[in-house]
């Protein structure tokens, strides 16, 4: 049944699937509220528009099944620009806060328009219709041209991860790109070669969803991202374009430019809270489509459970939120070819819809066992806001893990620490003490040393207090604890043994982390040596703080080439169909490791032991690998095994971190033979060397 509406031939609807969506050259628009008491779709010309076009109101006894509703109207096109008014109960007691004054967005729709003068502060009001909105725009998916793109598939033992800012990447007027590609999707594509030249295999991209930038202090830009307006919709700001259909295009031609060049591309994903934060908080979608349905409230139902720190918490495990998360992760592997997933705060969805931690998780068991998501890589920041901490113990068979105890271990120890030499051993073997009892694979553990949030590298052995003043928190926000040392000098220094420290620190980070059983991610810039100045929480600093600083590149060859070499050898390591479902307790248990001291066989494990050595003969016994690894501040000698398995050996040195580039590391096939069977190992160095067991042993490697 059709009829005449506002100029549109209309029919009554589906309540599937959920969204807009094209039927037989009809767009059907599908919403789900059950406390609303009407629902009206409006139309609008213009993104600067303040009154609609066109009014549809639907019909609770037409235009609804259930507590969908839905409608479908002929005669559209791809870019139209609409939004719902919903009228309900205003109740905050009762967890109501419908406001029919507002435009609110369609938590499906795939691009968001933004118009100039939006203000994000204005839709705190509850009431106040004169405040610029955002608005939904349709989108007819089936054009784009994939060219045959197809998911690389790569496996987490052939994983290098490089976590990126897409705007951050390419900003920095030295990045070479002309204005209007800096800290775009399609700037990224221009530095391609960069990545392909450094050698990674998958980019975690931080949150690309449309967020809204001004979450943040008076004056700041929301830099990170991690201020999700929609969940399905690109964002924005990181295309060439005002029109709001070219940044599908524009994502989709970088994945699958990055997909040419073998790279995966990860999103870093935000299920755990949206932009609307807590009750004094803007409304522009789930507040005023349903409150009581998409969040966690308080017994205080006029107030949010506020387990990701940022005022409000997701319903996650609420069934209609579960079905928009699926959809949402569907839409971005199906529709825009995403290979993989890190959920931000992950824990959090592990709660039910009182807040409290279960068990099984609904959303993650959907997540883990849905056909669509089969094959996609699934990584867990492991713990949220509120103190939940389940690093070692996230649900499911197949999820990875962000190992924050692999960050804090390696941190501590490499720094002097005592009493940390054990966990330093462990996090190097794969983290057996968390992963060894799941028999899960070596690659359980996701191995960081940092990460967007905290200090970079550079600043990691440069500060041991953060400089957040910048801010505009008066230094309150950022961790305090960051297990960092600044080898002597606070910040900048033209001190040449503060400066050669510091180096070989970055060198025993980065090499820790390459060599480390596990999948390694590595910091945008830390390849470079960038610094944030001491920021430790630069969430707020689109600037030259954050932005890639492609000068760093020349200036800092040296660890750049360090670093190449190190995922090289990573990516040629020792592996086989065999080794690719092993287990790491099977692993382990098939491996010969000799763990050793200053003197063989002899390892210091006391609580003041700040050394360690240790042999690995590899799976085939065609080569081993010696570890020596000094954390005093004096040199030590360490003795060197003469014979394995009772044959003699001959060694030949691959990384020495106190010597200076090109000595510091080498190809395999470029390692020069080592004379004796004693070696030292300067203050705060690592040294790895190699020899060939049998004929051609070292040969690929």
Known sequence: MHRQQSGFLVHKGLSFPIGPSIHHESFNFCLFSKNAEWVELLFFDSVEDMEPSHVFRLDPNFNKTYHYWHIGIHGLKSGQLYGYRIQGPYQPEKGHRFDASKVLLDPYSKAVAIPKNYNRKALNKFGNSDAP?????????????????????????????????????????????????????LGLIEKIPYLVDLGITAVELLPVFQFDDQDAPEGLTNYWGYSPIS?????????????????????????????????????????????ENDDTGPTYTFRGIDNSIYYILDEDKSKYKNYSGTGNTLNANQSIVRRMILSSLHFWVRDMHVDGFRFDLASVLSRNEKGVPIENPPILWDIESDPVLAGTKLIAEAWDAAGLYQVGNFTGDSWKEWNGKFRDDIRSFLRGDKGKVGLFATRLIGSPDMYEKMNRELEKSINFVTCHDGFTLNDLVSYNKKRNLANGENNRDGHNDNLSWNCGVEGPTDNPKVLGLRKRQIKNFLASNMLALGAPMLLMGDEVCHTQQGNNNAYCQDNELTWFDWELVEKNADIFRFVKILIKKRLLRETSKATFNMSLRELLGQSLIFWHGTKLNQPDWSEHSRSIALTVLALSRKFATHYLINAYDRELLFQLPENIESKPVAWKRWIDTNLESPEDICLWADAKPYVGYSYNVAPHSMVVLITGLKEGGLNGQ
């Open 231 to 275: 969940f399905f919709a690109p964002h924005q700001g990181y295309s060439t374009s005002n029109d709001p259909l070219a940044v599908l295009d524009e994502f989709r031609d970088m994945v699958k430019a990055l997909h040419q060049a073998g790279i995966e591309v990860i999103l870093d994903v935000v299920f755990n809270h949206t932009s």
């Open 133 to 185: 909105f955002l608005k939904s725009v349709l989108v007819d998916l089936s054009t784009y041209d994939w060219n045959g793109d197809v998911h690389p598939r790569r496996p987490f033992s052939k994983t290098v991860i490089y976590e990126m800012h897409v705007g951050g990447f390419t900003k920095n007027p030295n990045s070479g790109l002309p204005p209007e590609k800096r800290g775009t999707f």
